[in-house]
C-alpha cells in the first residue's frame, strides 16, 4: 500500500497571504489528523477527519481550517498568515475506529515558511 | 490534561552502547502508548506501541513496557548503532473522546558515533 502523501512538500509564503496544504491517506483509512511541529512547541495537534467531518480540534486559532473529501483526502488551510506559523504540517491517517486506540501512520510533512 | 514526558536530550552514545530514554505520562484513563521515530528531513514513523498494562511493544532490536504502576513506557535497545541515530518521540492515545489525537513528549535526539 502506498503511504500517506502530502503535497507540497516546501512552501514559502509571506506574512498575511493564506496557504492550503494537501493530505492524501492511505487507502481505506479514513480518519485524517493534522499537526504542527516546531522546535518551540513541539508536536501540537490541529484537528482530526472522519467521513468528511471533524471530530476532534486543538487548541489553534480559528486562522487554521480544515477539511476533509468523500475520498478521505483532506485539506488544511491556514489564513493571514503568520511568522510564527512556519513549521512543519504532519498529516496521519488511521483506519479511524471510534476506540482511538489505533496506530496513526504520518506522512512527510510540509515545511512552511513565512517571510 | 494529558501529558508526556520524556528526557530531552541530546543523547550521544557509541555504536554498540546500551540506549535508554525514559517516558513518563499523565492520563485520566487507560491510554495506549507509542515510540515514534523521525529521522532527518522525514516524518514519523511508528517504532512501537502497546495497548494496555504490562504489554511489552518491540521492533528492530528497542523495546518498551507500559508500567501502570510508575506510568511509565521507557524506551531500551541493547546495543545501538550509527543508522539509530534520529528523535524518537514518546506519545499516548487516549481511548473516548479524543481520537485521532495524540499527546506527544517533546523528543530526544540520538546521536550514535561509530
Known amino acids: 500500500k502506498a503511504g500517506v502523501t502530502q503535497t507540497p512538500r516546501y512552501l514559502i509564503k509571506t506574512r498575511g497571504q493564506q496557504v492550503t496544504l494537501s493530505c492524501s491517506p492511505i487507502s481505506g483509512h479514513r480518519s485524517v489528523s493534522w499537526y504542527q511541529q516546531t522546535p518551540g512547541q513541539g508536536l501540537q495537534f490541529l484537528f482530526e477527519?472522519?467521513?468528511?467531518?471533524?471530530?476532534n480540534k486543538g487548541n489553534f486559532p480559528g486562522r487554521f481550517s480544515g477539511r476533509q473529501f468523500s475520498n478521505s483526502r483532506s485539506e488544511m488551510n491556514v489564513s493571514t498568515l503568520e511568522l510564527g506559523d512556519s513549521a512543519l504540517y504532519l498529516c496521519?491517517?488511521?483506519?479511524?475506529?471510534?476506540?482511538?486506540?489505533?496506530?496513526?501512520?504520518f506522512g512527510p510533512g510540509t515545511r512552511l515558511l513565512v517571510l | 490534561g494529558d501529558s508526556v514526558t520524556q528526557m530531552e536530550g541530546p543523547v550521544t552514545l557509541s555504536e554498540e552502547a546500551f540506549l535508554t530514554i525514559n517516558c513518563t505520562y499523565t492520563a485520566t484513563g487507560y491510554p495506549s502508548l507509542f515510540w515514534y521515530v523521525q529521522y532527518p528531513g522525514e516524518g514519523l514513523q511508528l517504532l512501537l506501541k502497546?495497548?494496555?498494562?504490562?504489554d511489552k511493544g518491540s521492533n528492530k532490536g528497542f523495546e518498551a513496557t507500559y508500567r501502570k504502576e510508575t506510568t511509565s513506557f521507557h524506551l531500551e535497545k541493547g546495543s545501538v548503532q550509527v543508522s539509530d541515530s534520529a528523535v524518537y518521540f514518546c506519545a499516548l492515545s487516549e481511548k473516548w473522546g479524543s481520537q485521532g489525537n495524540l499527546i506527544f513528549g517533546k523528543g530526544t535526539k540520538l546521536s550514535v558515533k561509530p
Open positions: 496521519a491517517s488511521s483506519l479511524g475506529d471510534r476506540d482511538g486506540l489505533e496506530t496513526q501512520y
Open positions: 502497546a495497548t494496555k498494562a504490562d
Open positions: 477527519y472522519f467521513s468528511e467531518t471533524q471530530r
